[in-house]
């Protein structure tokens, strides 16, 4: 598939040269679509009003980012991007949901969000764009979101309440209000669905949730202001990203302990994992760059010029 300057590519199955890394930058109001290769930026889109997260869609269609907004002007949409044409397609209307933050794609399509003003996750039709279900997590600062699909489980990590949510994707309904530490804010669930790490960014620890029985079963002193983590594709390692430490730690899964330390950009906050588990991209949000982290060589291999305070991250492509 040939690529131009102003469009970006949807990805066919092995086409390497048409991967893209989708990029949030928050105080433009943008995103940038990538090419990882050149690391060149080969589109720029706007969104709503100062966007902090994006999930793709698994065909590698659209793009949906929440519209968070700021203090005075809390946001309340999900703006819809082709990624084929780079034009906006669409907006989700969330209501009376202010603050759409943590955003994910489960496998049947739909599209997952939290709204941290409502204290709510929903479900949302990416085709009808409406709203399908609206769960209350009662929990302050309802953050990020991820899916443990083989349990049919959704969990949130909620800030304010240093707590995470397990919640029945099939019923609607809240399982289980988890005490992790203080300041849950990263997200996100091991290959296998059976456990769910967390960071409690106030108490530089990480959390693992044990998925079956929705309890927390161990913590780990990770480092200054844990802010997102992200589980390697094999499942062996976690990365998580230290904003006051401006570093990325790994930490090994089955050992229980900080392995490495890389040295990243200013205030790095959102991690992405390529599939194929040999880079990882930093977003640093300080310095409007990207960390590209060579995780064979656990190295740095060079920066990505962003856009306005680069924040969350999603991938197109195999």
């Known amino acids: 598939m040939a690529c131009t300057a102003t469009l970006a590519c949807v990805a066919a199955p092995g086409d390497v040269s048409a991967q893209r890394l989708v990029v949030v930058n928050k105080s433009a109001s943008t995103i940038s679509v990538v090419d990882p290769v050149g690391r060149t930026e080969l589109a720029t889109v706007p969104t709503g009003f100062a966007p902090h997260e994006v999930a793709v869609s698994r065909d590698g269609q659209f793009a949906y980012v929440s519209d968070y907004g700021t203090g005075p002007q809390p946001g309340n949409t999900v703006t819809v991007i082709d990624l084929e044409s780079a034009t906006v397609v669409g907006t989700i209307d969330l209501g009376t949901h202010t603050r759409p933050h943590g955003i994910t794609v489960a496998a049947d399509g739909s599209v997952w969000v939290t709204t941290e003003g409502s204290q709510h996750v929903l479900q949302l039709d990416p085709v009808r764009r409406a709203i399908v279900r609206a769960i209350r997590t009662g929990q302050q600062g309802t953050h990020m979101v991820a899916i443990a699909e083989a349990a049919r489980r959704v969990f949130t990590a909620n800030i304010g309440s240093g707590t995470a949510t397990a919640i029945d994707a099939v019923e609607g309904t809240v ?87 890389l040295a990243v950009g200013a205030v790095p906050v959102g991690i992405l994992i390529t599939p194929d588990n040999r880079t990882a991209f930093v977003a640093n949000t300080s310095d409007d760059k990207i960390s590209v982290i060579d995780l064979v060589e656990w190295r740095l291999d060079g920066e990505i010029v962003a856009g306005d305070e680069p924040d969350g991250m999603a991938w197109v492509g195999g």
């Open 175 to 261: 399982i289980a209000q988890l005490e992790t530490g203080a300041g849950a804010e990263g997200i996100d669930v091991s290959p296998d669905g059976s456990t769910v790490y967390v960071t409690n960014r106030s108490a530089g620890t990480l959390s693992a949730v044990d998925v079956a029985t929705a309890r927390v079963v161990r913590s780990l002193e990770v480092g200054a202001f844990p802010i997102r983590v992200k589980v390697r594709p094999d499942g062996r390692e976690a990365l998580v990203s230290n904003a006051q430490g401006n570093e990325v730690a790994a930490v090994d899964l089955s050992r229980w302990e900080v392995v490495r330390r």
